[in-house]
């Protein structure tokens, strides 16, 4: 049985109301009544006292008569009664009179000063009785019995009751109308919660919920708006993940495909003796030249998934920075002349770099390589000095420079600064700069990257020096 959750909160918030409406008008009505009777008795009770002190003092029945007519006014009526219980007052009058009961004589003759009851029938009506003892030397004398229909208490109970009544209703009313607002407001909140989740599930990621810190509810729409943002921001590094991935794939295919084709189209020369005497020695060299590209090409990404998965041991020694520089510069000087640039090295032969050779170079390589490749008719500088902590390195150009989007990104794997080139030599598949970037975080350092466009860029490596 499916039950909706405003009729549950409704409900609930009712069912409390009317059970404690119901068990507050239960007290209440207990309450005045035992007051309205308590004040009935107090009020006889004065009146008892007051005529056996006065009839004590004087003697005189007329002070008797005086107040049987002034509380027969009142629709009060007493009665005299002697150690016998027969009344000696009025003796010849229709007051009513009743007989005392034996437990009623007992209390009376034990000293009790107020004997009383309710609810009793006298003169076929329902009356109020109070008994008051007239205790002389030798004992109980006689007394006096007072007796009052409850007919007006009985109404001004009713009275009350029936305000109060009319009160609980006004009382709940306001409550279910409360209630009603209040759970549908409630149930609002909870609906925009749902909708917001139904469009997440069908892919809308901007299903923001209005929130405070008023409650609980608004606190959970607090946290669901920051689920969307982490869900909005993982959905759009999955997008650029796939874009990359694509990319990828198609460069994969590019890059493998010239090769392939041209080493196919070779070997198919060879084979028919299509290919002059004279050119078979060239198609050998570019088939050897095409091949080693594609191995180049696989253990790009093969080292790259060996350094991510920290598979790759270095062995760090102390290097002197200049002399790797000179290498550095040696092995590109020839890519860096057909593009007419300068090569320049700033560095001290005292300063020394505390890492592994060979991956010290694959660092550096493909960090130069990539400044001459953005770069035309420039310069490249290669600088290297020592402090007391660290080593530093800079490789700066004069090329093309990045915006900021492309700094951000360039670190990033696949990722090719200039997706129109895919002749580059290293680094074909965007993994260069990955593979620079985790083995600096391997020899405990740290690569920045400066640049805008049309003014350059200079990337700056921080390796701590070896504490002996």
Do not use: C
Not at 260 to 273: A, R
Not at 299 to 318: A, T
Not at 414 to 441: C, H, M, P, W
């Amino acid at each position: 049985m499916r039950i909706k959750y405003i009729y549950q909160l409704f409900i609930s918030h009712i069912s409390i109301l009317i059970i404690a409406f119901i068990i507050l008008s239960l007290l209440f009505a207990h309450y005045v009544e035992n007051l309205v009777y308590e004040n009935k008795v107090n009020e006889l009770t004065v009146y008892g006292e007051n005529i056996l002190t006065e009839f004590e003092q004087t003697g005189q029945e007329f002070v008797l008569a005086q107040y049987n007519q002034v509380l027969s006014s009142q629709n009060i009526f007493f009665s005299i009664f002697d150690q016998q219980g027969r009344i000696v007052y009025p003796i010849s009058t229709t007051s009513p009179r009743t007989r005392i009961t034996e437990e009623d004589w007992n209390k009376l003759t034990n000293g009790e000063k107020v004997v009383t009851k309710h609810n009793i029938k006298w003169a076929d009506q329902e009356v109020s009785l109070v008994a008051l003892p007239y205790i002389g030397r030798g004992g109980l004398i006689g007394g006096i019995l007072l007796i009052s229909p409850i007919s007006g208490s009985r109404e001004m109970i009713s009275e009350m009751n029936q305000y109060l009544l009319y009160t609980v209703i006004i009382a709940l009313s306001v409550s279910f109308l409360l209630s009603w607002i209040l759970s549908k407001i409630h149930v609002n909140r909870i609906q925009k919660i749902r909708k917001a989740t139904s469009k997440i599930a069908q892919g809308d990621y901007d299903a923001y919920i209005p929130a405070s810190n008023f409650d609980e509810i608004a606190e959970m729409a607090n946290d669901f708006n920051e689920m969307i943002d982490q869900l909005k921001s993982s959905n759009e590094e999955i997008d650029s993940l796939e874009k990359r991935r694509r990319q990828f794939i198609a460069d994969v295919s590019h890059e493998l495909r010239t090769p392939l084709t041209t080493i196919s189209g070779v070997i198919e020369g060879l084979k028919n003796n299509m290919i002059e005497e004279d050119e078979k020695e060239k198609g050998i060299q570019l088939v050897s030249h095409e091949t080693k590209r594609l191995i180049r090409l696989v253990n790009e990404n093969l080292d790259y998934e060996r350094i991510r998965s920290n598979q790759v041991k270095l062995i760090k020694e102390r290097i002197q920075l200049k002399e790797v520089l000179e290498v550095i510069k040696d092995h590109l000087l020839f890519q860096a002349e057909e593009k007419n640039i300068n090569l320049i090295i700033q560095a001290d032969e005292q300063s020394m770099v505390f890492a592994d050779y060979d991956r010290l170079i694959q660092i550096l390589i493909n960090i130069t390589k990539n400044s001459i490749q953005f770069t035309n008719q420039g310069s490249v500088w290669l600088r290297g000095y020592q402090t007391n902590e660290e080593t530093i390195i800079e490789i700066e150009d004069t090329g093309i420079g990045m915006d900021k989007l492309e700094v951000e990104s360039i670190w990033r794997r696949f990722y090719k600064a200039d997706l129109s080139r895919t002749s580059n030599q290293f680094g074909e598949f965007g993994l260069g700069l990955s593979i620079v970037k985790r083995l600096v975080e391997l020899h405990e350092g740290k690569i920045e990257l400066t640049s805008e466009r049309n003014q350059g860029t200079k990337f700056t490596i921080t390796i701590p020096i070896k504490n002996d």
